[in-house]
T-cell receptor, first 117, second 116 residues
């Protein structure tokens, strides 16, 4: 069975300081992992994805995440927070039974990021 | 804008009424997914279409729920005899079929259902 645990429901940072959103996953198969962001009244937007290539994945808006198999983690980081980063962030796991197969995404409960001036 | 669109964006209904939502995927995306998101939770998978074929349904999708994708283009999700527990955001996503890699799902803005 697959599952995702986001370790913090709320994270608050000051503008210009680093961001760390933590995610642990459980998967019986080689997983694909994603981070999505959801701004109020807007759709889910893909930040980045890991699919068994490089373990350090760079995404949009300066975000990156590192896949650590030994720790079953996929934490999201950003060196310097911006006010516009305030949103809900979801860590997501999935796998395909076969290459190129469809994927039903399994979402974590989300982490709400607040950025203060 | 050629993203995923959903209509209506908001729906308020009384318990026991039927409601129908529509999703228009990105053009030429043959995969279409429905998810449901309740307050304070991440989205949960409901069902998947490949072209017009519904290939998987979650146990969350009770007999009161039905989804269709005629002609493999837009999709509709109908809820019959709505209950207050059906109140949620219903999200649609689409993706192209890819070979050798995990597809990326692109989400619409969602339809927020409130059952009074």
């Amino acid at each position: 069975a697959q599952s995702v645990t986001q370790l913090d429901s709320h994270v608050s940072v000051s503008e210009g300081t680093p961001v760390l959103l933590r995610c642990n996953y459980s998967s019986s198969y080689s997983p694909s992992l994603f981070w999505y962001v959801q701004h109020p009244n807007k759709g889910l937007q893909l930040l980045l994805k890991y699919t068994s290539a490089a373990t350090l994945v760079k995404g949009i808006n300066g975000f990156e995440a590192e896949f650590k198999k030994s720790e079953t983690s996929f934490h999201l980081t950003k060196p310097s927070a911006h006010m516009s980063d305030a949103a809900e962030y979801f860590c997501v796991v999935t796998f395909s039974m076969f290459s190129g197969g469809y994927n039903k995404l399994i979402f974590g409960a989300g982490t709400r990021l607040a950025v203060h001036p | 804008d050629t993203g995923v669109s959903q209509n209506p964006r908001h729906k308020i209904t009384k318990r026991g009424q039927n409601v129908t939502f529509r999703c228009d995927p990105i053009s030429e995306h043959n995969r279409l997914y429905w998810y449901r998101q309740t307050l304070g939770q991440g989205p949960e998978f409901l069902t998947y279409f490949q072209n017009e074929a519904q290939l998987e349904k979650s146990r969350l999708l009770s007999d009161r729920f039905s989804a269709e994708r005629p002609k493999g283009s837009f999709s509709t999700l109908e809820i019959q005899r709505t209950e207050q527990g059906d109140s949620a955001m219903y999200l649609c996503a689409s993706s192209p079929r890819t070979r050798g890699t995990t597809d990326t799902q692109y989400f619409g803005p969602g339809t927020r259902l409130t059952v009074l």
